[in-house]
């Protein structure tokens, strides 16, 4: 991330750290995909926006 100021201590810790909760949300996601919603956040802002405003809307529509 592109931030102003001093990185804190999660932005300082070791690439490995991030990439072994990275896989242990996607080891959640996939054993609970009813919990669970993947979204691509190398998409747009208005992508993603549309993606999860689809998914709540659905959500909501089988509350119904």
Known sequence: ?????????????????HERIREYYLAMAASDPSHYFLVNARQSIDV??????????????NRA
């Open 1 to 17: 991330l592109d931030r102003v100021g001093t990185p804190d201590r999660l932005e300082l810790a070791p690439r490995e750290m």
């Open 48 to 61: 993603i926006a549309d993606v999860v405003h689809a998914r709540v809307s659905e959500l909501l529509a």
